[in-house]
């Protein structure tokens, strides 16, 4: 089975420090993402990746950036974090498009204090 | 735009009973597919089942079963005979080219099944 590894489960950090957020899949899928989950609002796009070097904005890139240097990582960055920043956060890959589901990591709960 | 409408926020349930877990979905898109994942309270998201848009065969998988009507544009979801270890948030999804092969999901169904 394929495995996608979130590197924490749970981090806290504060306003202002840069963070990292590190996913790992070992199945050599070509296409990343990272969404963020919060009540009521369920699963949001942060961006995703068809290739290493490339990414995509998703629908709610601002106050993030990430890395995709080999196929196999793909990391979220938060530049400087805020409180709002507070959240569940979920990286997944797949193998295809369009008819693949997705592989979903364990996730990392990140506090912003 | 592709839209996942899971009108049902939250449903509590008691063991043995049978409940349904409602989606609606939105694309203009003719070839598209349809997915239902289950989110345990460790966190992480499980695939369940996966439907094209040009299968409108229900599937049943044990005690799970799905109700695909494109007429309605509904992809629903069924358990049979509930347990507890059903207790979990279940997201349904939908793939689509007009969305660029991104997934969309619906926001969520709070299950809690009560011994």
């Known amino acids: 089975d394929v495995k996608v590894t979130q590197s924490s489960r749970y981090l806290v950090k504060r306003t202002g420090e840069k963070v990292f957020l590190e996913c790992v899949q070992d199945m050599d899928h070509e296409n990343m993402f990272w969404y963020r989950q919060d009540p009521g609002l369920g699963l949001r796009l942060i961006y995703f990746?068809?290739?290493?070097?490339?990414?995509e904005k998703g629908d709610i890139p601002e106050g993030y950036s990430v890395s995709r240097e080999k196929k196999e990582r793909f990391s979220l960055i938060l530049e400087s974090a805020s409180t709002n920043q507070t959240s569940m956060y979920l990286c997944a890959s797949s193998l295809g498009v369009l008819d693949y589901g997705y592989t979903f990591g364990s996730g990392t709960r990140l506090t912003v204090v | 735009a592709q839209k996942v409408t899971q009108a049902q926020t939250e449903i509590s349930v008691v063991e043995k009973e049978d409940v349904t877990l409602d989606c609606v979905y939105e694309?203009?898109?003719?070839?598209?597919?349809l997915f239902w994942y289950k989110q345990p309270p460790s966190g992480e998201l499980v695939f369940l089942i996966r439907?094209?848009?040009?299968?409108?065969q229900n599937e049943i998988s044990g005690r799970y079963s799905w109700n695909f009507q494109k007429s309605t544009s509904s992809f629903n979801f069924t358990i049979t005979a509930s347990q507890v270890v059903d207790s979990a948030v279940y997201f349904c999804a939908l793939s689509s080219r007009s969305s660029n092969y991104k997934l969309t999901f619906g926001k969520g169904t709070l299950l809690t099944v009560n011994p």
């Open positions: 439907r094209n848009s040009f299968d409108e």
């Open positions: 990746s068809y290739d290493v070097k490339m990414k």
């Open positions: 694309t203009r898109d003719t070839t598209y597919y």
